[in-house]
């Protein structure tokens, strides 16, 4: 199972908006409405940022947002701030019964 | 408190056997499964498996069958991860994490082991 693919590196200023792109297949992103974001801030455990798509757990700002299409999902995040920069991962789940993440974005707040 | 509480760093030598653990608490242990995440030094997550401790059904990520063994202690609320004989590219960061109710994502992550693995 490969990773699904992430681009390396996004950034953006405060304020703005960013999306992090996520391509898989249609084994995985594609047959499957199981796409999740994580966010790692440097030496932190993965924070659940987005399941299932495009819903947010409870107590994640709603400048997070979550969308799919095809093969393709995206993690939008607005109103861009200094504490958002942080590694970003998605993940899906697969017609292997098994879970595949992203190889990581590294979000930089310029 | 909902948590994973996972055991200590280690520092193995190469050839060694190793066992971490992943105690849950505060939930219903034996209604989620819970998944193992490997993180390399400065690389992205890797799923490695999952075991569902009401009845120790376990899968596992290709790349990791029979590189490692995941099971779990359903009386101490408890998921394992171990390995047999450790080889420097074992070292890494592992995360244990709960699979939320049907949905396939992880609402729950413990801290993470570092094992380093070292002669």
């Known amino acids: 199972q490969s990773a699904l693919t992430q681009p390396a590196s996004v950034s953006g200023s405060p304020g703005q908006s960013i999306t992090i792109s996520c391509t898989g297949t249609?084994?995985?992103?594609?047959?499957?409405?199981?796409v999740s974001w994580y966010q790692q801030h440097p030496g932190k455990a993965p924070k659940l940022m987005i399941y299932e798509v495009s819903n947010r757990p409870s107590g994640v700002s709603n400048r997070f947002s979550g969308s799919k299409s095809g093969n393709t999902a995206s993690l939008t995040i607005s109103g861009l701030q200094a504490e958002d920069e942080a590694d970003y991962y998605c993940s899906s789940y697969t017609s292997s019964s098994a879970v595949v993440f992203g190889g990581g974005t590294k979000l930089t707040v310029l | 408190e909902v948590q994973l509480v996972q055991s200590g760093a280690e520092v193995k030598k190469p050839g060694e056997s190793l066992k971490i653990s992943c105690k849950g608490s505060g939930y219903s242990f034996t209604s989620y499964w819970i998944g193992w995440v490997r993180q390399m030094p400065g690389k992205g997550l890797e799923w490695m498996g999952i075991?569902?401790?009401?009845?120790?059904?376990?899968r596992y990520s290709p790349s990791f069958q029979g590189q490692v063994t995941i099971s779990a202690d359903k009386s101490i609320s408890t998921a394992y991860l171990q390995w047999s004989s450790l080889k420097a590219s074992d070292t890494a960061m592992y995360y244990c994490?709960?699979?939320?109710?049907?949905?396939?994502?992880?609402?729950?992550w413990g801290r993470g082991t570092l094992v380093t693995v070292s002669s």
């Open positions: 249609s084994s995985d992103v594609g047959g499957y409405n199981y």
């Open positions: 075991i569902y401790p009401g009845d120790s059904d376990t």
């Open positions: 994490a709960r699979r939320s109710g049907i949905g396939w994502y992880f609402d729950l």
